[in-house]
């Protein structure tokens, strides 16, 4: 509950929170790397 009256207390502070996230967000989601095709190691055992 104390988040809430937190919140109450102070919009202006969740606010600029929530913006904060918002923009940061999506550049975080743009600045990582992909790979389309990564090398994947996969254990394999032979039996001859």
């Known amino acids: 509950m104390w988040i809430v009256r937190l919140a109450l207390r102070r919009p202006y502070t969740f606010v600029v929170l929530a ?20 090398n994947i190691d996969i254990p394999v055992l032979s039996v001859i």
Request: proline share 15%; hydrophobic share 50%.
């Open 19 to 38: 913006l904060l996230l918002l923009t940061v967000g999506p550049l975080t989601i743009l600045r990582t790397p992909t790979d389309i095709f990564p």
